[in-house]
């Protein structure tokens, strides 16, 4: 039950745009909730050049079956020329049973 659900982790360049594809989202039922967390600091490489950034991460939460269409959706509203989407399995290592039942309820 747990391994076909799904952690995606994003990362946006800021809160408004965070909001709106978590908005969005959850609207078009390709997640169950997403959390967003604002004021991460990011340090990375693009085209050679070290960049130095604030961002927002937003933390969507889906069944497997939604993984595929969940990251197109982000790719065509994100800002990013390469969005990070990087999805986590969930383990049976426990947690909240109903609350399980309810995001697999949500995302099927």
């Known amino acids: 039950m747990y391994n076909n659900l799904r952690l995606v982790y994003i990362t946006t360049p800021n809160k408004e745009e965070a909001r709106t594809i978590g908005r969005s989202l959850v609207s078009n039922h390709l997640a169950a909730c997403v959390n967003i967390i604002d004021g991460m600091e990011s340090i990375y490489m693009w085209k050679d050049e070290l960049v130095d950034a604030t961002e927002t991460v937003l ?25 990070c989407v990087i999805s986590v399995s969930l383990s049976e290592q426990g947690g909240n049973a109903d609350y399980i039942k309810w995001l697999l309820g949500e995302t099927k």
Not at 68 to 80: N, R
């Open 59 to 83: 933390i969507a939460k889906t069944h497997y079956s939604k993984m595929k269409k969940l990251t197109e959706h982000v790719k065509q509203m994100h800002s990013y020329e390469c969005p």
